[in-house]
Structures are given as structure tokens and as C-alpha cells.
């Protein structure tokens, strides 16, 4: 599967941004998908997660309650839409994706990545 990231932008502090993780080659409900972030200066971290059937979510206590991860099964996407942003949000955000045995999993390691896309917000 090929996953293109996209939805990244320039967006003052209390604003949304809707982030889209579209795939290609492969259905992305055969998959886990996550959003993982890089700012500048910082290791790479896993921000939100579903797993492939839905049941199962992860978020990181820093975007709980303000990010939502879900699909798009007519767009083939997996889309993260983000309220409320903080300057500390700014940073390179990734889609990842994996293949797993149980549907219900959220994996930590992920095999498919798309692109980064930048979000900066400014305060």
C-alpha cells in the first residue's frame, strides 16, 4: 500500500486542521493506521492509532480529547482532525500503517508510511 499525506498548513492557536492519509494499491480498513509527529529537535511519536477493524483507538495525553483519528472508507483515507491547536502541535506529521493478525490491535511499529506534511501554528 502507498499512503499520501496531505491537510498540513499554517493556522493561528484555537484553529482545526484536517489532516488526510490517502492510500493506494491496497483497501486502508485492511490496515492499522496511525499519525505520528516529528518537531524540530524531537523524536518521532505516535499521536493517535486505530486498528483495523475501529474497536481500538490510541491517543496520546497530549492530543486527547482535541485530535480524532477515523476513516474514510468511500475516500480510501484515514483522516485526523485536530481542534483546538497549541503552538506545540507544530511539527511534521506522518501516516503510517500495518497489517495486523487481530483486528482489534494497535500496533507500536508500523510498515508503510506516507510523506510528512507540516503543520505549524502559530500563537
Known amino acids: 500500500v502507498q499512503l499520501q499525506a496531505s491537510g498540513g498548513g499554517l493556522v493561528q492557536a484555537g484553529g482545526s486542521l484536517r489532516l488526510s492519509c490517502a492510500a493506494s494499491?491496497?483497501?486502508?480498513?485492511?490496515?492499522?493506521v496511525a499519525w505520528f509527529r516529528q518537531a524540530p529537535g524531537k523524536e518521532r511519536e505516535k499521536i493517535a492509532a486505530?486498528?483495523?477493524?475501529?474497536?481500538?483507538?490510541y491517543y496520546a495525553d497530549s492530543v486527547k480529547g482535541r485530535f480524532t483519528l477515523s476513516r474514510d472508507s468511500a475516500k480510501n483515507s484515514g483522516i485526523l482532525q485536530m481542534n483546538n491547536l497549541k503552538p506545540e502541535d507544530t511539527a511534521v506529521y506522518y501516516c503510517?500503517?500495518?497489517?495486523?493478525?487481530?483486528?482489534?490491535?494497535?500496533?507500536?511499529?508500523?510498515?508503510?508510511w506516507g510523506q510528512g506534511t507540516q503543520v505549524t501554528v502559530s500563537s
Open positions: 503510517a500503517a500495518r497489517d495486523t493478525v487481530l483486528g482489534t490491535t494497535v500496533p507500536n511499529t508500523y510498515d508503510y
Open positions: 494499491g491496497r483497501a486502508l480498513s485492511d490496515y492499522a
Open positions: 486505530i486498528s483495523r477493524s475501529a474497536l481500538t483507538s
